[in-house]
T-cell receptor, first 113, second 114 residues
Framework: GENVEQHPSTLSVQEGDSAVIKCTYS??????FPWYKQELGKRPQLIID?????GEKKDQRIAVTLNKTAKHFSLHITETQPEDSAVYFC????????????FGKGTTLSVSS | DTAVSQTPKYLVTQMGNDKSIKCEQN?????MYWYKQDSKKFLKIMFS???????INETVPNRFSPKSPDKAHLNLHINSLELGDSAVYFC?????????????FGPGTRLTVL
């Protein structure tokens, strides 16, 4: 089955700096890669996703890149703000009806002002 | 409007008891899931239901049993609760064709077994 590795487990940056979180996956059949943000005591919320027919996707300060050959994908947050502080999860799945996402172990991002 | 709701939000119970967690989604999604988040924040899939059929059943103890009376509901029943069952349980739903397949999570149920 799929296995998703995520690094680093914790990341501390200064406000305004960039943050990068990296993930690798094992199953070459996986073709859908979402990223979730979870604030303390809240539900995980989708922030951006990418499919294997796309190499990069941007949404304002957030971007995701995918290297299907190397089986890794990354989340980039630019101009970080204190409200970006949260746990971020990458996930992977083969995009078939009902296929459950397999999550990485999460990265705790702390942005200090 | 609440998209995915769970009850109860908090559940404190003794070892050996049986408890249920209810989940409802009003998004019209055709797949629902249960995820367990342990104290280290690791999100692990437990079950998923697609069109009322169990299509994934990960290696969870058979004390856990999902029940789906209809497409909008997926309840989780747990027998003979153990200390290690303490965690936050998230229900989620997804729809391949309209939302792209990304699950939408409910608010979670924090289960504490004493």
């Amino acid at each position: 089955g799929e296995n998703v590795e995520q690094h680093p487990s914790t990341l501390s940056v200064q406000e305004g700096d960039s943050a990068v979180i990296k993930c690798t996956y094992s199953d070459s059949a996986s073709n859908y890669f979402p990223w979730y943000k979870q604030e303390l005591g809240k539900r995980p919320q989708l922030i951006i996703d990418i499919r294997s027919n796309v190499g990069e996707k941007k949404d304002q300060r957030i971007a995701v890149t995918l290297n299907k050959t190397a089986k890794h994908f990354s989340l980039h947050i630019t101009e970080t703000q204190p409200e970006d502080s949260a746990v971020y999860f990458c996930a992977a799945a083969a995009h078939q009806a009902g296929t459950a996402l397999i999550f990485g172990k999460g990265t705790t991002l702390s942005v200090s002002s | 409007d609440t998209a995915v709701s769970q009850t109860p939000k908090y559940l404190v119970t003794q070892m050996g008891n049986d408890k249920s967690i209810k989940c409802e989604q009003n998004l019209g999604h055709d797949t629902m899931y249960w995820y367990k988040q342990d104290s280290k924040k690791f999100l692990k899939i437990m079950f998923s239901y697609n069109n009322k059929e169990l299509i994934i059943n990960e290696t969870v103890p058979n004390r856990f049993s999902p029940k789906s009376p209809d497409k909008a509901h997926l309840n989780l029943h747990i027998n003979s609760l153990e200390l290690g069952d303490s965690a936050v349980y998230f229900c989620a739903s997804s729809q391949e064709r309209t939302s792209g397949g990304a699950p939408f999570f409910g608010p979670g149920t924090r289960l504490t077994v004493l």
